[in-house]
């Protein structure tokens, strides 16, 4: 057993092992994800007169914590669909796909095992979204990922297995990533060092694989889903990667604006990557946002979200006359 074994190692690596899981501990579980827990409730589609159909799909659910994981579908309408980070849940965009149905659109959310492997949970994403797109007359799509889910949804249109499954599909896709670390996680550096993990005895592995489960390795900067992103489907029209400035953010406020909890867990750098950014499909834009900020939480609208999705034309436009409705609807929500 590794434990057992640290009792043969000398003092000072003993020292330099606990210093090193300490840090693994409090850095992956405090920085390596979004924590916040979204509002539990129904979502409403708002969708217009057409051939709406209810179907249910494997990782494809309404944006809400229901046990019924059917959902709405108008046929004849394109489909976004929300990806969720990590410690999260389909419930985390339950606000913003009322804010899409607001403007006529539909959103439904894809979720995932948080513990599985990335490779897993991109598989199953592609599948979902095929199997979806078979019920669709208008083959439009349009994936909304933050923070790890967007790591997924980006490998979920890559790759060889989906460009199988894609074959001869006429859909045409758009892919957003909100604060996706695509160079890995910095935090969990330790788990792809090759001095820890081989003085360690196998410690190191335990303990990522404890905190993280089965992508303990495909997060950090040494793997090769990180190293090896691959090559974006033919079906995919654009890819717009936000990235966000998270210095200086705030989570939560006290006294005086005080701020209780930082709203910074990915840097510029962590975000970012030659191999994904240097594609033609790529637009990249980078906002001042904190991580949980710019999707929303309970007292934050998505305003600056909001505002790129519909410059970008992902969302629409506000119609003239609608902006305190809209803006009543945000304050309802947040």
């Known amino acids: 057993m590794p434990f057992v074994c640290l009792f043969y190692i000398p003092a000072a690596f003993q020292q330099g092992v606990s210093r090193m899981v300490s840090m693994l501990m409090a850095l992956l579980l405090l920085s390596a994800c979004s924590t916040h827990q979204a509002v539990d409730a129904v979502t409403g589609y708002g969708q217009s007169p057409g051939n709406v159909s209810t179907i249910r799909i494997d990782g494809l659910r309404p944006c809400s914590a229901s046990a019924d994981r059917s959902f709405h579908i108008n046929s004849n309408e394109p489909v976004i669909v929300l990806a969720h980070g990590c410690l999260d849940s389909a419930a985390r965009f339950k606000s913003l796909a009322e804010v899409f149905a607001f403007q006529g659109q539909q959103a439904i959310c894809f979720t995932y095992d948080d513990r599985d492997s990335l490779f897993t949970s991109a598989s199953e994403l592609t599948v979902a979204l095929q199997q979806l797109s078979e019920h669709l007359d208008d083959k439009r799509i349009t994936v909304i990922a933050h923070s790890q889910g967007g790591l997924i949804a980006r490998k979920a249109l890559t790759g060889q297995q989906a460009d199988q499954v894609w074959q001869g599909n006429p859909s045409e896709i758009n892919l957003v990533t909100i604060s996706a670390p695509f160079s890995g996680i910095a935090e969990a550096s ?85 191999a994904v950014e240097q594609r033609t499909a790529v637009k990249r834009i980078v906002v001042q946002a904190g991580h949980t900020e710019i999707v929303g939480d309970f007292q934050t609208p998505p305003r600056k979200l909001i505002g790129i999705l519909q410059q970008q034309g992902i969302m629409k436009q506000t119609q003239p006359g609608q902006q305190q409705a809209m803006n009543s609807l945000l304050s309802r929500l947040y």
């Not at 303990?216 to 691959?230: L, V």
Request: charged letters at 25%; hydrophobic letters at 35%; one cysteine or more.
């Open 190 to 274: 330790h788990c792809s060092s090759k001095t820890w993990r081989f003085l360690s005895l196998g410690l190191v592995d335990a303990i990522c694989w404890m905190i993280s489960g089965d992508k303990w390795f495909e997060i950090t900067a040494a793997s090769d889903f990180i190293q090896k992103p691959g090559a974006l489907l033919h079906q995919l029209e654009h890819h717009y990667k936000i990235d966000t400035d998270e210095r200086n953010s705030c989570r939560s406020f006290g006294a005086g604006d005080r701020c209780l909890e930082s709203d910074y867990v990915f840097s510029l750098n962590e975000q970012q990557l030659g």
